[in-house]
């Protein structure tokens, strides 16, 4: 979904204040998340029915809303039209609308690092009716620019200066995504620090996103490295540029590493290539085998065989019988690799076969999954509908 601007009108409203405080006490909410759209399957709508006057944040997107009352707010972030002309974004565009029209002020959140320099380069671009509105913040704290609204529809955080000498809080995301039997891929994503991780993981449904200590610091316009051990993991492209502009839909890798399916750990590290190598995001140790929590998704969205086998791990380890058999059934459409197998068989008791069973379907990603559930469904019937009666 694109915001065409027919006509584009500017209006300049609000005084800008420039203090480094945070946005003030606001109750923390964690929004419902709506499929309304069919047939875009990543277009997902975040509910929030406000019970009273106050100030709310949303815990996925940091948004924050000032209500007067209570009211159902409706919001997602859309796509930026590219022919936006120098209006350059900072941020998600995010459509919103209120059913009570009871949201006076909105708080979105910025990357900008603070300084003398920086602390007055956004703004906000209100869209509405196929004009632009630049709405000057009432407020500008060290993590959100404030506004007061009249109405509702697409806003954006703009940058008002855009010569960038200056870094800004980024984030590195990590995405594990097996390719065949014997190799798997790390997507390694660098981003601007305001980017929603729940978004990014709408997008990458098929892979496992590994959490890890993210925080950085980027400048736009520079080529960046990685570095990887073991050294012999091919890494592609050797460098990329940090542009300041990737707020979705799409979230393409920055880097990708090509991995062994044995593999369990790696250490990663951003270096800047315009400074000699400096780590930007200093080399820390990455677990692939490790759980992760993944977005939550709407009712009808949500991969059902991958929720089963998460929800489930404990009881499946203690009751499934037909280990075995399954691992066979695996095997035989190379979906697990000889050496998983051969542990899976020689492990004892029953129980230890299953848990690294479990362990390889983690590797394997949502399509290994499925094909597990349509096994254990055929060979434990009754156990499933005991568990998981809507698989």
């Known amino acids: 979904m694109s915001c065409i601007l027919s006509v584009i009108t500017f209006r300049i409203r609000g005084s800008f204040l420039s203090l480094f405080q ?17 047939e875009d399957k990543h277009k997902t709508i975040y509910r929030f029915v406000c019970p009273h006057a106050g100030q709310f944040q949303c815990s996925l997107t940091s948004l924050v809303f000032v209500m007067e009352g209570e009211g159902e707010v409706l919001y997602n972030i859309v796509s930026w039209d590219p022919g936006l002309g120098q209006l350059r974004p900072a941020g998600p565009l995010y459509n919103i609308d209120c059913s009570a029209g009871s949201v006076s002020q909105l708080h979105f959140q910025h990357c900008v690092i603070f300084s003398e320099e ?12 196929g004009n632009v509105e630049i709405i000057q913040p009432l407020k500008v704290t060290e993590t959100h620019v404030i506004i007061d609204i009249r109405d509702l529809s697409n806003f954006g955080l703009i940058w008002i200066k855009t010569k960038f000498g200056f870094p800004i809080n980024g984030q590195v995301l990590l995405f594990l995504r097996s390719v065949t039997v014997e190799q798997k891929i790390l997507n390694v994503h660098l981003l601007p ?6 978004e990014v993981q709408r997008w990458h449904l098929d892979k496992k996103y590994i959490e890890t200590s993210s925080k950085c610091h980027l ?3 520079r080529k960046y490295s990685l570095c990887c051990q073991p050294e012999d993991c091919e890494v592609q492209p ?6 300041l502009d990737n707020f979705g839909p799409n979230y393409h890798p920055t880097f990708e590493v090509f991995l062994d399916v044995s593999i369990e750990e790696v250490r990663l590290g951003v270096l800047d290539k315009t400074r000699d190598g400096k780590e930007v995001w200093k080399r820390r140790r990455i677990l692939l085998t490790a759980p992760s929590k993944g977005v939550e998704l709407p009712v009808h969205r949500r991969i059902p065989e991958t929720e089963f086998v ?7 380890i203690e009751r499934v019988s037909s280990v075995m058999a399954i691992a066979d059934s695996l095997k035989s459409k190379n979906m697990i690799n000889g050496e998983m197998y051969s542990k899976v068989h020689a492990a004892e008791p029953r129980e230890e076969k299953m848990r690294l069973l479990l362990d390889a379907l983690d590797s394997g990603g949502a399509a290994v999954k499925a094909e597990f559930c349509r096994l254990l469904k055929e060979k434990e019937r009754y156990l499933v509908n005991e ?3 809507h698989l």
């Open 22 to 38: 945070s946005s003030g006490y606001a109750e923390v909410f964690t929004p419902e998340c709506v499929q309304q759209d069919d």
């Open 118 to 129: 920086n602390k007055d380069r956004l703004a906000v671009a209100h869209f509405t009716g």
């Open 193 to 198: 620090g305001n980017v929603p991780v729940s």
């Open 219 to 221: 400048f736009p316009d």
């Open 238 to 243: 050797v460098s990329e540029m940090f542009e």
């Open 310 to 316: 998460n929800t489930h791990r404990d009881k499946l």
């Open 387 to 389: 568990l998981g009666p």
